[in-house]
């Protein structure tokens, strides 16, 4: 198995990602159920194909993909996919894909986008905390993604709360629907960034001598963890729900955002360039 093979199959995938949303389009506006029906089918064969890609990968890299940038885009969209079907049992709703999958498809064309090769793994990296320390960043960031597009869908279908015939109202969840799915998807994805934190601290002391350094990525993903607990705060001791929890989320996507791609410009030992930690 080479690393090509892998990225074909991933090019694979990506195209069964943009038929999928493309579906869960169709789905939303036409309510047509054999169509969402397709969407899942699509999602799930693309996840498959996915999994494939990462799978050859690993093999031909002799270590999980969890090294370079594109390694990391493609095991978070990854990630993503896998929550995002998580949900949808859970939910027995294909209502959230139409929100969603855009999200995977760009990640997705991102990582099409990127250079492919095998990157050398740097001392510092052969370390056990590495593995758990990246998938509870996929995890987490999966989990933030999610919220974030259903957050969006709050803010629409609240436009249209007291007109219950509108066209966005007779097609998104409820409101109380979309703001207790954000909440649990925000409280595992603050479960796995704080044990993200932890494991990266852990690391940090067997690479670098030192728990904590204020690295641009530290600092950022600190703040990223800050917005989610206020988050958790504001709801369990305030009452904040709805439109100033949706904002906030907003917010803290943001800030995910940046932590994972903006900090590179600004260099340190957790940019790609450097080290290709995700952390």
């Known amino acids: 198995m080479t690393v090509s093979t ?8 990506f ?26 089918i699509l999602l799930a064969g693309g996840w498959l194909l996915h999994t494939g890609s990462l799978v050859v990968r690993t093999i031909a890299a002799s270590r999980p993909p969890f090294l370079n940038l594109y390694e990391y885009v493609l095991s978070l969209t990854w990630g993503v996919v896998l929550v995002y079907l998580v949900l949808e049992w859970k939910t027995k709703s294909r209502d959230f894909g139409a929100f969603t999958m855009p999200l995977v498809t760009l990640f997705a064309y991102l990582a099409v986008r990127l250079p492919t090769e095998v990157n050398p793994t740097m001392p510092a990296l052969r370390s056990i905390w590495r593995v758990p320390h990246i998938a509870t960043a996929i995890l987490a960031y999966a989990s933030f993604g999610i919220a974030f597009g259903l957050s969006v869908m709050y803010l629409i279908r609240e436009r249209g709360q007291g007109n219950e015939k509108s066209f966005w109202a007779t097609r998104l969840p409820a409101l109380k629907i979309l703001d207790q799915t954000v909440y649990r998807l925000i409280a595992f994805g603050f479960v796995m960034q704080t044990a993200l934190l932890i494991t990266g601290a852990v690391w940090a002391q067997f690479a670098w001598g030192r728990y904590w350094g204020w690295d641009p990525k530290e600092t950022w993903a600190l703040i990223t963890w800050l917005i989610y607990a206020v988050f958790l705060h504001t709801r369990t001791t305030m009452g904040w729900k709805g439109r100033k929890s949706a904002i906030m989320i907003i917010i ?4 995910m955002i940046f932590t994972l791609f903006g900090v590179n410009a600004l260099g340190g030992l957790h940019s790609y360039g450097n080290m290709g930690s995700a952390g």
Not at 252 to 255: P, Q
């Open 6 to 13: 892998g990225a074909v199959l991933f090019q694979v995938a």
């Open 15 to 40: 195209g069964v990602y943009l038929a999928a949303t493309v579906c869960y389009a169709i789905h939303l506006i036409g309510r047509r159920a054999s169509v969402g029906k397709a969407a899942t």
């Open 252 to 255: 803290g996507f943001a800030a």
